[in-house]
């Protein structure tokens, strides 16, 4: 009886277990903040991150931001970011160290206010040093970019990128004013997940929880049966 009793606060025990990590899976954020690259890309990059995300409600927002990795030495850039404006409007956008870029930190710097165009779907961003300034090789983040989901479209993602070609109005330059050759431009694709999906996701997760009732039921019952003297 004791032993019977033991088996069935322990087979309790791992569905309360079960059940908890269950509701964990269902609450956990779809994104997070990072305060370094994620996604590093090796010089000369220019990209944006996270490089995929999903969104599956009208309303909801996501961010994005802008990363840069140069081998040259760097003294202005600028971004040309577009985005579907049938889908998504801008709601916020901004450097990365508050009135400057996280990539200029160390330096003194004019930044031009961003520019949104809800109606085109464009931002524009940029930033310079001052005088003969420069900063030196490395990584940094530029901007970070806050959309807000107007409708979902019917295709299964779309896109935001940087406006081409590079070099016209997405550009950085050296301390002469040439423009700095970046081979890896790199955008974002934002996937739709729908109602449903979470719906098939939600019956997995009852489908397992519930396999797993029922053979800590069966492993309770087995030793409710076992004799004491065996």
Known sequence: M??????????????????????????????????????????????????????????????????????????????KILFNSTYCDVSRVGYTNGEKSDFF??????????????????????????????????????????????????????GISFSMPYGVDTFVLDSYLDTIAVEHIDGAAISIFHPQDNLVRDLVIVAIIIGVLILVAIGIVKRRRVKPDE
């Open 105 to 158: 930190s160390d330096h003194t710097t004019i930044t031009i206010a961003p520019i949104i165009e809800s109606s085109q779907g464009y931002v524009i961003a940029g930033e310079t040093l001052l005088e003969n300034n420069t900063r030196t090789s490395g990584y940094g983040s530029l901007i970070w970019i806050e959309f807000s989901m107007k409708t979902l479209p019917t295709e299964e993602q779309f």
């Open 2 to 79: 004791g032993f019977a009793r033991f088996g069935k606060q322990r087979g309790l025990s791992l569905v309360v277990l079960l059940m908890f990590s269950a509701v964990l899976i269902l609450c956990s954020p779809n994104t997070a903040v990072a305060l370094e690259p994620n996604e590093t890309h090796q010089a000369d990059s220019l990209w944006i991150e996270p490089s995929a995300t999903s969104v599956q409600a009208a309303g909801e927002k996501f961010n994005l931001t802008v990363w840069l990795n140069i081998t040259d030495e760097c003294f202005a850039w600028q971004l």
